[in-house]
């Protein structure tokens, strides 16, 4: 192969490279996070740590909210604002009670998520995977609803 065909050949790796997405790894209990599990739903991602007086109180709200909206095109991931990995990670998810999927790998470069200045932080996210909202301090499961059907999400 001669180098411009070589060259042509390495840039259009790298091109088709830049359309992949970011994978969401795996969650607090080393489960990979599936493509299928986020493909065209919308997304609430909260960031969170066990120092957190504020984070403490949503997380059950989170829960609620997650259970609320299983199987209708809402999924509720947290994001430990500490970056704990491995046994760290979970312990301190299960610390809190936290019973939707953690994910060990932060997705903001994968939505273009600013980072947070304070906790705790919500992001809303839409199927197309841009931001819709961000939600800063504490949240309940009717103020995540009311901002979802702002945002145009509706019951299947």
């Known amino acids: 192969m001669n180098f411009k065909k070589y060259v042509m050949v390495v840039c ?14 795996i969650d607090q ?26 984070c403490r109180k949503e997380v059950p709200e989170l829960n609620a ?10 999924q509720v991931f947290g994001v430990n604002y500490d970056d704990l990995q491995g046994a760290e990670l979970l312990e301190d998810s299960q610390l809190l009670g936290i019973e939707f999927p ?18 705790p932080a919500t992001y809303i996210i839409d199927p197309q995977g841009k931001v819709v909202e961000e939600l800063k301090g504490e949240q ?13 999400w509706s019951a299947p």
């Open 12 to 25: 259009v790796l790298l091109l088709s490279a830049c359309d992949q997405v970011e994978p969401l790894g």
């Open 29 to 54: 209990h080393g489960v990979k996070i599936a493509e299928s599990t986020v493909a065209g739903q919308w997304l609430v991602i909260n960031y969170w740590a066990v120092w957190c007086a504020p």
């Open 102 to 119: 953690v994910l060990a790998h932060d997705p903001a470069e994968r939505f273009d998520l600013t980072r947070a200045a304070g906790l």
């Open 65 to 74: 909210l997650q259970t609320q909206l299983q199987g209708q095109g809402v």
């Open 140 to 152: 309940t499961q009717d103020s995540i609803m009311a901002v979802l059907h702002a945002a145009g």
